[in-house]
């Protein structure tokens, strides 16, 4: 083992499999396998593809009273997600936010009738137990899932390959989540993901998770696919990493994720605010960020990295930001970026240039996701 990295159950299958194992958040995890990620991209663009994210945090808020309407109060004071209005077989995205406004973490939280489902980041799921710890009131407990690893099943044949397996997924649309009893014990799936695909995440016994994998992978349109495709699928879909696209100094406002603060949360709505960094996030909702997180397309075939400064004007003019994510993406065929620039130069169509090895290159401010998604509504 690597010095210092933790491994999944599912490592040994990963090396038997012919991945290249690299650390990440901690952990030795599969980058890509011998098709590459130029193909493993394509194939879960096509086909389905099958991911390791047991690296990933699972939680259960779980309420003393059993009303999971406790639970949902209690998180609210730390998200601003509508979760009262979130119905039980359902899940929502969120983040957690600072006394600035700025993202602690981004997450999934799931009403499961009578306890709420969360699944946080790898990097930030140490931090996140301790705050959900130290600012949950004792009627909720948080119980830290150590038992299940988690996989996900991205593109538009995973129902096909799921449902042999699992029946019940067939009903599912977008952001149901359900549990299911299989041949594999219970599984916990939710129809969602992180590649802009249809498909599922699925939360399996440790001691079952191989033996799912394996099954899976018998179907003929479901293959292995590693971190490398995982960040250019999620790039594609204009979908923001943690660490990258998302800080403790950065706003959900700013990040443009204003879609996932519901009218209850917002000024005028029955629970406004209550949320850490509110005056800060309300005044942003009303009066506009400063700046604003844009995706952009490079002019030919080089991408423009995580660092690339922009600027105003292809000699002299202002620094007015700099690039978060950049990759080549093998479905639109072209090189995409994410990245913030100050917000009267985040219109669609405006033309920025981003400095590459000592050189302004243009490129142009484009509508995110650069490939719309084809998730099951």
């Given amino acids: 083992m690597t010095d210092g990295l933790d491994r999944t159950v599912l490592y040994d299958l990963h090396v038997e499999l012919g ?22 991209h394509l194939w879960t663009r096509e086909k389905a593809g099958l991911f390791d994210v047991s690296h990933m945090g699972q939680v259960i808020l779980r309420p003393k009273s ?27 995205y969120g983040f957690f936010t ?23 980041n790898a990097a930030c799921k140490a931090a996140d137990l301790a705050h959900l710890r130290k600012h949950l ?13 988690l996989l996900a099943l991205q593109g538009p044949a995973a129902e096909a390959a799921l449902v042999g397996i699992a029946p019940d997924v067939a009903a599912m649309r977008f952001m149901d989540v359900i549990i299911t009893d299989t041949i594999f014990g219970p599984l916990w799936v939710s129809r969602s993901g992180y590649t802009g695909e249809d498909g599922f995440e699925i939360s399996v016994l440790s001691d079952q998770a191989e033996a799912l994998a394996r099954a899976l992978l018998t179907h003929a349109d479901v293959a292995p ?22 800080d403790p100094a950065t706003t959900p406002v700013e990040a443009a994720l204003t879609w996932a603060i519901q009218k209850a949360r917002r000024a005028g709505g029955d629970r406004a605010g209550g949320f850490p960094g509110a005056d800060v996030v309300l005044r942003q909702l009303a009066d506009g960020p400063d700046r604003l997180r844009i995706g952009l397309r490079p002019e030919g075939r080089a991408p423009m990295r995580a660092g690339t400064a922009l600027f105003d004007a292809e000699t002299g003019g202002s620094a007015i930001g700099h690039v978060t994510s950049g990759a080549f993406g093998p479905t639109i065929e072209a090189p995409m970026s994410m990245g913030y620039v100050s917000a009267p130069l985040a219109t669609p169509g405006t033309p920025i240039w981003g400095e590459v090895r000592g050189k302004r290159l243009p490129a142009t401010v484009t509508a995110l996701p650069f490939r719309q998604a084809t998730f099951k509504r």
């Fill in 225 to 246: 696919i590693g971190l490398g495709a995982r960040d250019s699928l999620r790039l594609e879909a204009g979908l923001c990493l943690y660490g990258s696209d998302l």
């Fill in 66 to 92: 059993g009303d999971v309407a406790d639970a949902a109060l209690a998180l609210e004071t730390l998200v601003p997600v509508d979760l009262l209005g979130l119905a039980p077989g359902r899940q929502r």
């Fill in 137 to 149: 009131p004792d009627g909720c407990e948080v119980v830290e899932v150590t038992d299940r690893a």
């Fill in 98 to 120: 600072n006394d600035a406004g700025g993202i602690l973490d981004d997450l999934m939280i799931a009403n499961r009738g009578d306890h709420l489902f969360v699944v946080v």
């Fill in 19 to 40: 991945a290249r194992m690299v650390p990440f958040a901690g952990y030795e995890m599969p980058v890509q396998y011998p098709m590459g990620v130029m193909q493993e």
